[in-house]
């Protein structure tokens, strides 16, 4: 046996030096948008630069066995939370897993799959931000916290019609989630670098129909990009900063507004994008995308913020030799 683990290490050794990948953790309750916000980041990065993983397919029970259970999926009892840790840090290191699968279409846990970081993870689900341990893989860490009306909303569209739930199933279920939802899913956003809020502009009276406006809160937990200087005074009617309080504490907070002409949200845009030093000319037309060919530009410019992180993290590794 000992010389079984000398031969083992000597092939370690002879490895090349693993190049450690960026990753962003994007954490929130049921149907909050983490999909839609992480598809946008990946296709724009392009498949050969970045890994995604959702961490929902932790689960320990199928969703006939959880019938059973004295807790929902959102429960960390509920997830294989263990190798959830285990398996951020192998992807952080540059190693591969053997992540397990969970077909929401079905309920079934199904056959696991090879995954290999590439030079960006995201990593999504619900309990991403759960434990310090998780936590300490990020680089990046973002939270999903849109108004809970808003949010039963896309959760009863999305699952009556891609998860074969009926809306009154939906609406039971989201009403035996909410206690484990207070005590598991929501306190993850104290330890986001960025909450993201998607919803109306209090105060206004837009009409039906009017896109959502973005509120980005911006924490001074990571280094954000200096944008006083970059947008004209027309751009602010987009776009525009304000010192808040987050829990007593003074915090910078992001308003992207979604009533604004489009032509307007792509000034601002093609400003950002070229802040983050791509060789392209304009930003991708899959950001902001909602589906169904709608687009969101409040979307847009809240993951253009989030790949300057991540393009800005990239560059201080490089530069460091990692």
Same mark, same amino acid.
């Given at each position: 046996?000992?010389?079984?683990?000398?031969?083992?290490? *000597?092939?370690?050794? #002879?490895?090349?030096?693993?190049?450690?990948?960026?990753?962003?953790?994007?954490?929130?309750?049921? &149907?909050?948008?983490?999909?839609?916000?992480?598809?946008?980041?990946?296709? &724009?990065?392009?498949?050969?630069?970045?890994?995604?993983?959702?961490?929902?397919?932790?689960?320990?029970?199928?969703?006939?066995?959880?019938?059973?259970?004295? @807790?929902?999926?959102?429960?960390?009892? +509920?997830?294989?939370?263990?190798?959830?840790?285990?398996?951020?840090?192998?992807?952080?290191?540059?190693?591969?897993?053997?992540?397990?699968?969970? #077909?929401?279409?079905?309920?079934?846990?199904?056959?696991?799959?090879?995954? $290999?970081?590439?030079? @960006?993870?995201?990593?999504?689900?619900?309990?991403?931000?759960?434990?310090?341990?998780?936590?300490?893989?990020?680089?990046?860490? &973002?939270?999903?916290?849109?108004?809970?009306?808003?949010?039963?909303?896309?959760?009863?569209?999305?699952?009556?019609?891609?998860?074969?739930?009926?809306?009154?199933?939906?609406?039971?279920?989201?009403?035996?989630?909410?206690?484990?939802?207070?005590?598991?899913?929501?306190?993850?956003?104290?330890?986001?670098?960025?909450?993201?809020? @998607?919803?109306?502009?209090?105060?206004?009276?837009? =009409?039906?129909?009017?896109?959502?406006?973005?509120?980005?809160?911006? *924490?001074?937990?990571? $280094?954000?990009?200096?944008?006083?200087?970059?947008?004209?005074?027309? #751009?602010?009617?987009?776009?525009?900063?304000?010192? +808040? $309080?987050?829990?007593?504490? =003074?915090?910078?907070?992001?308003?992207?507004?979604?009533?604004? =002409?489009?032509?307007?949200?792509?000034?601002?845009?093609?400003?950002?994008? &070229?802040?983050?030093?791509?060789?392209?000319?304009?930003?991708?037309?899959?950001?902001?995308?909602?589906?169904?060919?709608?687009?969101?530009?409040?979307?847009?410019?809240?993951?253009?913020?989030?790949?300057?992180?991540?393009?800005?993290?990239?560059?201080?590794?490089?530069?460091?030799?990692?």
């Amino acid at each position: 046996m000992p010389h079984k683990l000398i031969r083992m290490h *000597r092939v370690r050794d #002879d490895q090349a030096p693993v190049r450690q990948p960026i990753m962003i953790g994007i954490a929130g309750d049921s &149907a909050a948008g983490k999909t839609t916000l992480t598809k946008g980041l990946a296709d &724009a990065l392009g498949p050969d630069r970045v890994t995604t993983i959702c961490v929902d397919d932790y689960h320990r029970y199928d969703r006939v066995e959880r019938r059973s259970k004295p @807790f929902t999926a959102l429960h960390p009892d +509920c997830n294989y939370v263990e190798i959830i840790e285990q398996h951020l840090q192998l992807l952080a290191t540059g190693q591969p897993i053997l992540k397990p699968v969970y #077909d929401h279409s079905t309920g079934e846990l199904t056959r696991p799959m090879l995954v $290999r970081p590439k030079e @960006f993870v995201i990593v999504e689900g619900l309990l991403p931000l759960h434990t310090r341990l998780m936590r300490a893989c990020f680089d990046i860490t &973002a939270y999903l916290d849109p108004p809970e009306e808003i949010r039963r909303q896309w959760k009863v569209r999305r699952d009556t019609s891609r998860r074969g739930y009926t809306a009154d199933q939906v609406l039971a279920e989201l009403v035996d989630r909410e206690p484990e939802s207070a005590a598991y899913i929501r306190p993850q956003r104290a330890f986001a670098d960025i909450v993201v809020r @998607f919803a109306p502009v209090a105060g206004r009276d837009d =009409p039906p129909g009017t896109p959502l406006s973005a509120e980005l809160m911006l *924490r001074p937990t990571i $280094r954000h990009p200096d944008l006083s200087g970059s947008l004209a005074e027309r #751009d602010q009617r987009a776009i525009h900063l304000r010192l +808040c $309080r987050d829990e007593g504490r =003074p915090v910078d907070v992001l308003h992207i507004h979604g009533y604004v =002409p489009r032509e307007e949200s792509r000034i601002v845009e093609k400003v950002l994008w &070229a802040q983050l030093g791509v060789d392209a000319g304009v930003p991708p037309e899959t950001l902001g995308d909602i589906g169904n060919g709608e687009r969101s530009e409040p979307l847009a410019i809240t993951q253009l913020l989030l790949l300057y992180h991540l393009l800005a993290a990239r560059g201080i590794r490089d530069a460091a030799g990692q």
